[in-house]
């Protein structure tokens, strides 16, 4: 059973940064595609960034620019680096791991998500 556990959501004022980390288990899933989603209040989650099977990174066009997704094989840890960060950035981040072992995000599981607020 994959276990997803986010830390690291905060409140912060607009133009701040907040570091988000993930701890994936088991470790095999650090293989295929992992990433961040997120769900803004009355809004659709969405996928915003994501690192594919590959080690290639991808990104909404949101974030592209403000935020970096990276990982650590050795520690099983996703991480999620937002800088300049804005208001309208607050929602639940949410941790995903793609489902089938594949190397796109298509179908993941959800880890329970941690919330950031930013203020204008």
């Known amino acids: 059973e994959v276990q997803l556990v986010e830390s690291g959501g905060d409140s912060v004022q607009a133009g701040g940064s907040l570091r988000l980390s993930c701890k994936v288990s088991?470790?095999?899933?650090?293989?295929?595609?992992v990433g961040w989603f997120r769900q803004a209040p009355g809004k659709e989650r969405e996928g915003i960034a994501a690192?594919?099977?590959?080690?290639?990174?991808d990104y909404a066009e949101s974030v592209k620019g403000r935020f970096t997704v990276s990982k650590d094989i050795a520690t099983n840890t996703l991480t999620l680096q937002m800088d300049n960060l804005k208001a309208e950035d607050t929602a639940m981040y949410y941790c995903?791991?793609?489902?089938?072992?594949?190397?796109?995000?298509?179908?993941?599981?959800y880890g329970q998500g941690t919330q950031v607020t930013v203020s204008s």
């Open positions: 995903v791991a793609d489902a089938n072992g594949g190397s796109r995000c298509d179908t993941v599981y």
């Open positions: 088991p470790g095999t899933y650090m293989r295929y595609c």
């Open positions: 690192i594919n099977s590959d080690g290639r990174p």
